[in-house]
Structure formats: structure tokens, C-alpha cells
């Protein structure tokens, strides 16, 4: 029976494990560079879900094209992050700087409420989906078995180009070092006249649009209700505390281990199904208390 | 000062309970949170920040139902003592690996272990009953059969009682040798180490009480709801601990009475004015008091009125 | 009479660099050692390795006749090995008192869950301790809230307060204002010499080694190269030009 499931599971998981990834590359990017475990990063990613599958609702029946819909997500990816992000960062961020790390993360945690509540007056209770997108695409057959080209490409490709790309900036250009610089001692970092808060604002919307991305990738196929960002929030902190807190590449890993499992898991012992993501991050911080790809700290006294 | 505040709080409350008969269940529940809050802030004295300590509500409440339903002679005494003492055990086994972690890591993996359960409570439909619970008839207390109104109210005399005994015991516990150390693990772990203490065992030792304390809060909890569900577990509801724990700040054992209170005004207010709003003022009012009150409620007041 | 510490062939190596290079050592009850040295000589790297901070690649080390080769710091200071910082480490949260209080309650079999803590301690040892170090009137301040001298007082009473047979200090007089120093090691060698507990520190002002030290030990890459009394030790031609400077 293993072998039977395993090509769906396996494409089912990766492309689960991609949007855990999209989400998981923003929170881990914000925590890297600025010090803050954003828990409001699950309101990103519903975000992203509702105003995408509404936006889709809107635009669907105004066109026959499948491209049209397609693109739509990541804009509304792009608008709604640098949006929510950017207004996030500055009314609250940046007044947090000084702050104990708990406290911070007791902020963004603040923040989720609002943001839930404002998500639930603005679409309410009921589910939203955009399959409108899913439908337009079409399918592929691979070995016997049909795939949505959504999930088989569309998803994979996204969080690949948003992996390399996010890599490419941080080691290639001069703002992607500069954050770099900062991730590693923003006190060094500053006093060589790098601009801490610019480099803030921009990496908290780039996080953001990670986040509203994932949402946004995930309405085709998921049916967003009240409450998604609450359980997004905590996938993802599973992920990033597995791979290390700031890990980039450490996070696709993690991603693509606990989406893979857990896909398998849906298949052959559904009951466990939930549970999988944390008795993964549990074991492997057993073992590796900082989480897999941690460097070592050097000890300071 | 301080006594004298707890006993008139106290006091009020019964008088609440027992000539507005309505008041009591919302008395009794608000002073679980407030209980919860108190078992977490034993935590955060320690500087560490727990965001999955509503599991041990959760397993000695869902103690209590299975009891109660495989045993329905037992009396509410005997049901809330060994709910609690399943949560001490639970958190003694949890805690021996739990407590070499701190910060970040301590949180999640606080969380990681409540959302196992939280998992496996919602889906094991035929032990647990699933997402919808399991329901809890009324058990004798200390040995009498009793109808609604007079088990209620014994019930908030009974929970009164055992939030003013741990208030009591965990003010000690802060001032004890071991409390000193519990917070000096906060400031400077290492320090303490080179001193000849061991703070992975102060860690166990606190974090067994905090255990504790919140295993009284969801025994209670199940006996006055009558019901238990999975999201006494829920990460959310621990984060609401850990908020009120905030609110009223970690100083002092009073501190989550206090943090409880605005926290339960805070929630009327919002349902009574702006319903479908609360989490969103709930939010709004964490941020502002972290920001005006980084030491909570009880820090400020307490420098000024020297408690 | 057997030495209070003593190592035998201590070896570590970080990378390319040899911190520790065979050392032979030891170190009698009653002395006052100081140890100069450059920066990345290997002077902090030794005490660490005696205070079970790091881990030896080889040799031995004891401890008033023990073996404590890497065991951990909690043992060791238990046997009767106190330390202070560099930079003073303190509990920010605490008064004067309370971190002294912490200390003395290492004198009990184990810490109270009941109890208070001021309850626990000998309050007149504690008195006594704040008295020594001319800490008294700031008994009741946080420790956070005192200046740069008296954080490294308290640092040196939070180690006497554990009634040691030897406490190690790092840089006692580093990041006070010079004409402090001097008071400051005053103040300090009188306290442990009334406790008789042998001192052991880490010093880079000569003046200060001159006359608070009975023997001066001089590392240079890893190795003790001079050892003796400061007259032979800080007169020595390679010493002053390799460690001391011109």
C-alpha cells in the first residue's frame, strides 16, 4: 500500500511543505535579522489566503484566461504584504527595539489578536477558496496518475524562485548584505553607518510578503476559515525551530521533511496526522537543542 | 497590605457568589485563569516564557472525566486531588528533558508537547470524545449528593480557598533559597552555576510547581463547566495565561489575581460594547501594557506602594 | 605540604593555536599568585580549564589533592574554588544583600523551598562579608544600580561569601578608574587575607602586582615561562620586553 500512495504523497507533501516553506523563509528571515519570533506571521498568511481567494472571486468570472487569475495571487501577495507589513513594522516594531525578546514576541502575539478579529469583520465565517485558479490550469499526467499542474508546478516553482531569490539578494546585492551584517552583530553593523532602521522596515515587509504569499498559494487548494493563521503560526514555528532560528536553507529542509511526513501520515495513520510537525521539531530538538543547523554559539564570559 | 486585599477580593467573591447566584460559575472560571496565570508566572520568574502550560490544565481536567465517568462514586475532592497529582507527574517526566532548554526554545517545545495533545485529544474520537469532549455529572462533595445552586457554590468556596493557599505557597516559594535562585536563573545562569548550584534542578523543582498550580486550575475548571474539551490545551489559551501572567506582572503571587481581573473586565466590556471585537482589544490592551508597563500592573504598584 | 591546585601536563589547542601548552603548575595554600601575561596567552584559558569551564585535550588537574579534570564548574566550586569576572556577573535583579544571601546559602545542604532565604543564612556572616568588601550602606541597592568599583566588590563577595579556600580572580582592578585601583585591591586582598583564602589574579598593572603579590606567574603562548617572586619575575629582561612592554 506504501508504494501506492507514496507518488501522491510525495506531491501532495511537497507542495505542503512549500507553503509551510514560503511562510517559514518570512519568519525566519524577520527573526534573523531583527530578533523578533513575529507570531502575527499567521495573520500574514490568512491574510494573504482571504484577500486572495476574494480578489479571485472578483476576477474569475470577468475573464476566460488562466493566466489572469494566476498572477492575481501574487499581486495581491505583494499589495496586502507591503501593506500589513509595512504598517506593522512601524507602528509597532520599530518602538520595540530595546525590548526583552519575550516581550517582543508578546507584541507580535498582541497583534495576532487584533489581526484576527479585523480578518473575521472583514470576511466573516465563512470558508473562502479561489479553486477557480486550480480549475483554469489544468491537469498532468505522470506514471498513471493526474496531478493539478498547480500543485505539481505552480507551488514548487514559487517556493523555489522565492528561495533562490531570497538567497541571491542576501549574498549578492548591497542591501542583502547589509541585512546580513545585522543578522550577525547589529551592534558592528550600525556603527559602520549601516541603516538599521531602513534595513528593519524592509526586511519585515519582505517577511511579510513571504508570508501573505503563502497564503495566497495556499487559497486554490485550501478552504480558509477563522482560525487559519492561529494554526499556520504554529506550523511554522515547528519548522523554523527545527531548522534553527534564522536558518534560510535550514528552513526548506525542515519544511520539506515535516510536509513530507506528514503527508505520508495522511495516508497511512490520519490520526497522527496533526500531531506530526511537533513530534518532529520535539525529536530533533532532543537531540540538537538549537535545532538542526544551528552553528555553534561561542561562549562569551 | 497584601492579605488584606486577598481577603477582601475573597471575601467579595463569596458574597458575590452567594446573594447573586449567577455570578458564581463566571467567579469560578475567571479565578482558574487567574490560577493558570499563577503556575505560569512561577515560569516566568525564571525568565522563561511557557506557551504550552495549558496541557497540564488540560490532563488533569481530562483526569477528572475519565474518573468521573469510570468511577461515579468519587467524590469532587478525590477527583481534583488526583488531577492534579496526574499533572505532577506528567510535568516531573516532561520536565527532566523541558528544563535544559531556555527562551525561545523552551517556549516551543512547551507548545510543541500541548499541540501533540491537543492533537491526539481532538482525534482519538472513541477515548477522548474527540473535539466535542467529554461531558462530567456532578460528583458528590465530601460525601453529598447536591443540586446545582448549593454544589456551585460549595465549589467557589472550595476553588477561593485553594487560589488563596497557592497564592500563599508560591509568594513563599519566590522568597525561599530556591525562588532567589529561580530568578537569579533569569539574570545570570552561569553566575549561579559558579556559585555551586545546579539550575537544572532549581528549573525541575519550579517547574514541577508550576505544573502544579495549573493542574488545580483545569481539575476546577472541568468540575464547574462540567465538561472537558481539547481546547483546555490549546496553545492560544496558554498564551491567555501567559498574557495575564504579563498583565499583572511576575513580582509578586498577587499579580495574576490582579492580571486575571482586568483581563475577565477587559473581556465583559468588549462583549458587552463592541461583541466580536475582544481578542481585538484583548490585543490592544497587551500591547499598550507592555509598552507602559513593562514590569505589569503589580511592578508599578508595588514601587510606589513598597507591597 | 600538598599544593591546593595542581595540574599536570594540561594541553589544549583551538584551531592552530596551542592555548595551553603542557602546564605544569602549582599553587600553595596562602599565596597571593599573580598572573601576567599577554592578551591570548592562555592565562584566561587556564583558569577556565581549572574551573571546569573547558574541557582539557590532555593532563590533570586537582584540587586540594581531588582529581577535577573536567568535571563540571557547580562541583569544582563546591570543593572550595571561588571565582570572579572580568565583568562582573552579578544578579541584576537583586539587591547587594540578596546576591550575597544566594552565595551564603551554598553552606546548606540544599537550597529551601519554604523557607525564606534570609532565614536561611547566617546573618552576621552575611553582615560581615558586606563589611569586609565596604558594601554595607549599599546593602538594600539593586545590584545593577551600582558603579563600575563596587559591582567588581560585589562580584569578589558573591566568591567569599561561599567560605573558599581559594577564589581566582580575573582582572580585579580592569575598568576602574586608576586612581581607584589601588583602593579597590586594598580593599580586596584585606578581605581575603581575614578569610584566609589564597588569591589567585589575573593582572596587566604592574604597580598593582608589585605590591599586592607574593609570586608572579608569566605566560607566554600557552606556557609559563617565568615564575617567582615579583622582584625576580617583573625584573626579568624578557619579561619586560616580551609580556610587560616598553
Known amino acids: ?301 | 497590605m497584601i492579605y488584606l486585599i486577598s481577603f477582601i477580593g475573597a471575601a467579595l467573591a463569596l458574597l458575590s457568589g452567594y446573594f447573586i447566584p449567577w455570578t458564581t460559575t463566571p467567579i469560578i472560571i475567571g479565578t482558574t485563569y487567574a490560577i493558570a496565570a499563577l503556575g505560569v508566572s512561577v515560569m516566568l520568574r525564571a525568565g522563561q516564557v511557557s506557551f504550552g502550560h495549558a496541557m497540564y490544565a488540560c490532563i488533569s481536567a481530562y483526569t477528572v472525566a475519565f474518573l468521573a465517568r469510570a468511577y461515579p462514586g468519587m467524590d469532587a475532592l478525590t477527583l481534583i486531588a488526583a488531577g492534579v497529582l496526574v499533572s505532577v507527574l506528567a510535568s516531573a517526566v516532561i520536565g527532566v528533558f523541558m528544563v535544559r532548554y531556555r527562551g525561545i526554545f523552551f517556549g516551543m517545545l512547551n507548545l510543541a508537547l500541548s499541540m501533540v495533545l491537543f492533537a491526539l485529544l481532538g482525534k482519538l474520537y472513541h477515548i477522548t470524545g474527540g473535539t466535542d469532549g467529554l461531558r462530567i455529572e456532578r460528583p458528590t462533595f465530601l460525601g453529598m449528593e447536591l443540586s446545582r445552586g448549593p454544589y456551585e457554590f460549595l465549589l467557589l468556596i472550595l476553588t477561593i480557598a485553594i487560589a488563596l493557599v497557592l497564592a500563599w505557597w508560591v509568594q513563599r516559594y519566590f522568597r525561599s533559597g530556591n525562588g532567589a535562585a529561580l530568578a537569579a536563573i533569569k539574570t545570570n545562569e552561569t553566575r549561579l552555576e559558579y556559585l555551586g548550584f545546579s539550575a537544572y534542578a532549581v528549573m525541575w523543582r519550579g517547574y514541577l510547581l508550576s505544573a502544579t498550580v495549573v493542574g488545580f486550575s483545569g481539575s476546577l475548571l472541568a468540575l464547574i463547566q462540567g465538561l472537558v474539551t481539547p481546547e483546555l490545551g490549546l496553545w492560544l489559551r496558554s498564551g491567555e495565561y501567559v498574557f495575564i501572567a504579563i498583565l499583572g506582572g511576575a513580582g509578586h503571587a498577587i499579580g495574576a489575581f490582579l492580571g486575571a481581573l482586568v483581563f475577565e473586565a477587559v473581556k465583559l466590556t468588549s462583549s458587552a460594547y463592541f461583541p466580536g471585537l475582544w481578542q481585538f482589544i484583548l490585543g490592544f490592551t497587551l500591547i499598550i501594557v507592555i509598552f507602559l508597563f513593562p514590569t505589569g500592573f503589580v511592578g508599578q504598584l508595588s514601587k510606589r506602594m513598597k507591597l | 605540604m600538598q599544593p591546593l591546585v595542581k595540574t599536570s601536563g594540561l594541553y589544549l589547542a583551538f584551531g592552530g593555536v596551542v592555548a595551553a601548552d603542557n602546564i605544569d603548575f602549582e599553587l600553595y595554600s596562602g599565596e597571593r599568585l599573580a598572573v601576567i601575561g599577554q592578551n591570548g596567552a592562555g592565562k584566561t584559558t587556564f583558569i577556565n580549564i581549572c574551573t571546569g569551564y573547558l574541557k582539557p585535550a590532555a593532563g590533570k588537574v586537582y584540587f586540594d589533592g581531588q582529581d577535577i579534570t573536567a568535571q563540571a564548574p557547580r562541583k569544582i566550586v563546591r570543593l572550595g574554588m571561588g571565582r570572579s569576572f572580568q565583568l562582573p556577573q552579578l544578579f541584576t535583579e537583586h539587591t547587594v544583600r540578596e546576591c550575597i544571601q544566594i552565595s551564603a546559602a551554598r553552606q546548606n545542604p540544599r537550597l529551601s523551598v519554604f523557607k525564606p532565604l534570609a532565614d536561611t543564612v547566617d546573618t552576621n556572616e552575611v553582615d560581615s562579608t558586606l563589611e569586609l568588601v565596604g558594601l554595607m550602606q549599599d546593602a538594600n541597592v539593586l545590584s545593577s544600580d551600582l558603579p563600575e568599583g563596587k559591582r567588581k566588590l560585589l562580584d569578589v563577595a558573591m566568591a567569599l561569601a561561599l567560605r573558599p579556600k581559594l577564589i581566582i580572580m580575573d582582572e580585579p582592578t580592569s575598568g576602574v578608574a586608576s586612581e581607584d585601583k589601588h583602593g579597590l585591591m586594598q580593599t580586596v586582598m584585606n578581605a581575603l587575607e581575614e578569610r584566609k583564602v589564597t588569591s589567585w589574579f589575573v593582572e596587566h598593572d604592574v604597580d598593582i602586582v608589585a605590591q599586592y603579590a607574593s609570586r608572579v606567574a608569566a605566560w607566554i603562548n600557552g606556557a609559563i615561562v617565568a615564575d617567582g617572586s615579583p622582584d625576580e619575575v617583573l625584573n626579568d629582561p624578557r619579561i619586560k620586553s616580551e609580556v610587560l612592554g616598553n
Open chain 1, 1 to 301: 500500500m506504501f508504494l501506492n500512495i507514496l507518488p501522491l504523497a510525495l506531491v501532495d507533501g511537497i507542495a505542503y511543505a512549500c507553503l509551510l516553506f514560503l511562510v517559514s523563509m518570512g519568519l525566519t528571515l524577520i527573526f534573523g535579522v531583527m530578533g523578533i519570533l513575529n507570531v502575527a506571521h499567521g495573520a500574514f498568511y490568512a491574510f494573504g489566503g482571504y484577500a486572495a481567494a476574494s480578489f479571485i472571486m472578483m476576477v474569475a468570472p470577468a475573464t476566460e484566461s488562466s493566466w489572469i487569475p494566476l498572477v492575481s495571487l501574487f499581486l495581491v501577495a505583494i499589495v496586502v504584504g507591503t501593506i500589513l507589513g509595512g504598517l506593522m513594522e512601524i507602528i509597532l516594531i520599530r518602538r520595540a527595539q530595546g525590548y526583552d525578546p519575550i516581550l517582543k514576541l508578546l507584541l507580535t502575539f498582541g497583534a495576532l489578536l487584533m489581526l484576527e478579529d479585523i480578518q473575521r469583520m472583514i470576511w466573516g465565517a465563512q470558508p473562502y477558496s479561489a479553486s477557480e485558479v486550480v480549475n483554469r490550469l489544468g491537469n498532468i499526467e505522470l506514471g498513471g496518475i493526474t496531478y493539478t499542474t498547480y500543485q505539481l508546478v505552480v507551488v514548487p516553482l514559487t517556493a523555489l524562485v522565492a528561495y533562490i531569490g531570497l538567497e541571491y539578494f542576501l549574498r549578492h546585492t548591497n542591501l542583502g548584505k547589509q541585512m546580513v551584517a545585522i543578522t550577525h552583530h547589529r551592534e558592528v553593523a550600525t556603527s559602520l553607518g549601516i541603516n538599521a532602521g531602513k534595513i528593519g522596515l524592509i526586511t519585515f515587509i519582505i517577511g511579510a510578503i513571504l508570508g501573505v504569499l503563502g497564503g495566497a498559494l495556499a487559497s486554490p487548494t485550501t478552504s480558509l476559515v477563522p482560525g487559519a493563521g492561529a494554526d499556520m503560526i504554529v506550523l511554522s514555528f515547528a519548522v523554523v525551530a527545527t531548522a534553527g532560528l534564522g536558518q534560510i536553507t535550514g528552513a526548506l529542509v525542515a519544511a520539506l521533511m515535516i510536509g513530507i511526513i506528514r503527508s505520508i501520515a495522511v495516508y497511512m495513520a490520519p490520526e497522527f496526522e496533526v500531531a506530526v510537525p511537533y513530534i518532529i521539531m520535539g525529536l530533533v530538538l532532543l537531540v540538537r537543542p538549537h535545532g538542526l543547523f544551528t552553528v555553534a554559539q561561542a561562549r562569551t564570559i
